[in-house]
């Protein structure tokens, strides 16, 4: 279902702005996007827009999503975290790009149905825990890659403890409305950070994050 239109999703949205990652065009054109959304709008799963899933949350923009896939330098041989993993969908991409994905999400009604969605689109490999994720979760540390599907204020430095050396965090970071996307390479010598241009993420709520 709906393979023409991942196809033009590719194509168009992302190939033609500039995602060159072979891999994430892959599993982008491979994994079901509107299997995450309710089925009142999984018609609108392929446009090139955040779609809204329910409790005020979106599944991001798929070049955004994209974009920040390609800019963790994902390979099988990588444990990745995501925080605000909401619908699943990024997680299932994860799931198909590193060996092993954990996501944390807040809202317990999202992460009940993100499991049942990412049994339908076949993920592996992927836990789904329901909790406060914006410090991470040292039981499964280190990461070899950190994504954070949620705007930050900063990085909190709890995440950057829980990477690995050489392991890469994306995030967006800045205010509740607005946000930079940010790279974070931990070096062994440091870290260092490149910046990815402006996005809009729904807020991070929790310890290291906003507030309620
Ligand atoms: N990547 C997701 C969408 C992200 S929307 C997808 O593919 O569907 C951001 C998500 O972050 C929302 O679901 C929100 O509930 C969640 N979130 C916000 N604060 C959080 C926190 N402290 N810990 C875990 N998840 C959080």
Known sequence: MFESERKQMVE?????????????LNAMYEVPRHVFLPETTRSMAYGDFAVPIT?????SQPYIVARMLELLEL??????LE????????LALLS??????IGIE??????EKSKKALREAKASNVIVLQEDGSEGKI?????????VSAA?????????????????????????????????????????????????????????????
Request: with cysteine; glycine share 12%; charged share 25%.
């Open 75 to 80: 390979d099988k041989s990588d444990k990745a």
């Open 152 to 212: 930050l204020p900063e990085v909190p430095k709890k995440l950057l403890d829980q990477l690995k050396t050489n392991g890469v965090l994306v995030a967006p970071v800045g205010s509740r409305m607005e946000q930079k996307l940010v790279k974070i390479v931990k070096n062994p010598s440091g870290f260092k950070e490149t910046y990815h241009g402006g996005c809009a993420f729904v807020p991070l709520i929790g310890k290291g994050g906003f507030d309620l």
């Open 106 to 111: 807040r809202i317990p009604e999202l992460a």
């Open 55 to 59: 409790n005020n949350q979106t599944i």
């Open 96 to 101: 198909r790009l590193a060996g092993k994905a």
């Open 83 to 90: 925080i605000g993993s909401g619908s699943g969908y990024v």
């Open 12 to 24: 168009f949205q992302l190939k033609r702005r500039g995602i060159s990652d072979e891999k994430v």
């Open 139 to 147: 039981q499964y540390a280190p990461y070899s890659k950190i994504l």
